[in-house]
């Protein structure tokens, strides 16, 4: 049996360089990710020489990353194969970029049924584009930030410190409330799971290396967001919370961010703004940011046992 073990946000010291030595373009594979979401998806890890086996919870029973790292993934995939079986079920494996969908089909022909997961892809953006909002088909966010300028003049935003971390729990506490009240399509236990995510990420965020901004009025916080660096020319937006109710506020704290990363981090070339699950007004959202790409990926499921 694979000794799976919960993420515990020590581990970072071992499981970042394991995820960073493969690079991959998918948000998935970063640490905050594994221990901000362990408990909505039920993630666990192990190492297994030189990789890292990462299986979480789905509705048709667990499910697998692609075992990152390096070396031959051939020894580290076979023992997924056995985990899963052993359990009754066939590998499933979620989070596949193209590379490894051909990888797969060359090493077992015939082995695996591939299908896009459209729900899954992330949604990448020029970090040039998100902080200069340049052109007509950004005019509309330009003018959301205009009424911003008018209705709270003198706006600012600054890096997130740990002194900001109480007031901005207390936001998102308030933010939480509100929408589990007006929500009718997204789901409760999915907004819930959002927020415990969110609790974690900024009880942490030294020791799981994310970094931030705050934007204020009159000394009221008006959103802020989280994020870390996901390769060396992309940086991953795990999370952004806004006033609603302040015209500008949402498109504000995606330029300011935008405008922190590229003053802090020369080399990165995107933001990954993550994916949408498949929920109609967060997809909405995204595309309204026009995307430069997407990052698409696969989910591949064993037609037929081993060898």
């Known amino acids: 049996m694979i000794p799976f073990q919960t993420p515990d946000v020590r581990d970072v010291t071992w499981v970042r360089p394991i995820l960073e030595s493969?690079?991959?373009a998918l948000c998935n594979y970063s640490f905050p990710v594994l221990f901000c979401w362990k408990d909505a998806y039920g993630f666990q890890y192990a190492p297994l020489d030189r990789r890292l086996l990462i299986r979480l919870?789905?509705?048709l029973g667990h499910s697998y990353l692609w075992p990152v790292g390096e070396g031959d993934p051939t020894p580290a995939l076979e023992a997924l194969s056995d985990s899963a079986h052993a359990e009754g079920h066939p590998l499933r494996l979620i989070g596949l970029t193209l590379y490894h969908k051909n990888w797969l089909e060359a090493a077992y022909p015939g082995r695996?049924?591939?299908a896009e997961a459209r729900d899954g892809f992330d949604y990448?953006?020029?970090i040039h584009r998100l902080a200069d909002l340049p052109g007509k088909k950004l005019h509309a966010k330009r003018n959301h930030i205009h009424r911003l300028d008018e209705a709270c003049p003198g706006w600012t935003w600054a890096p997130l410190t740990p002194e900001d971390v109480a007031p901005c729990l207390a936001m998102d506490a308030t933010w939480h409330q509100a929408a589990l009240a007006r929500e009718t399509v997204r789901g409760l236990s999915s907004l819930d799971d959002e927020h415990n995510a969110l609790v974690l990420a900024l009880e942490h965020f030294q020791t799981l290396g994310l970094e931030g901004i705050v934007l204020?009025?009159?000394g009221e916080i008006l959103g802020f967001t989280l994020g870390a660096p996901l390769t060396e020319t992309i940086f991953d937006v795990h999370f952004e919370r806004a006033r609603g109710e302040v015209q500008g506020a949402?498109?504000?704290?995606?330029r300011s961010f935008a405008q922190y990363v590229r003053q802090r981090h020369l080399q990165v070339r995107y933001l990954d703004r993550e994916d949408d699950m498949g929920l109609p007004g967060l997809r909405k959202a995204k595309l309204s940011y026009y995307p430069d790409y997407l990052q698409v990926?696969?989910?591949?499921?064993?037609?037929r046992a081993p060898r």
Do not use: I, K
């Not at 990926?297 to 037609?303: D, H, P, R, S």
């Open 112 to 114: 695996f049924h591939f």
């Open 22 to 24: 493969e690079g991959l």
């Open 57 to 59: 919870n789905s509705s």
């Open 250 to 254: 949402y498109p504000a704290v995606n």
């Open 124 to 126: 990448l953006y020029d």
């Open 297 to 303: 990926n696969y989910c591949a499921v064993e037609t």
């Open 216 to 218: 204020r009025w009159q």
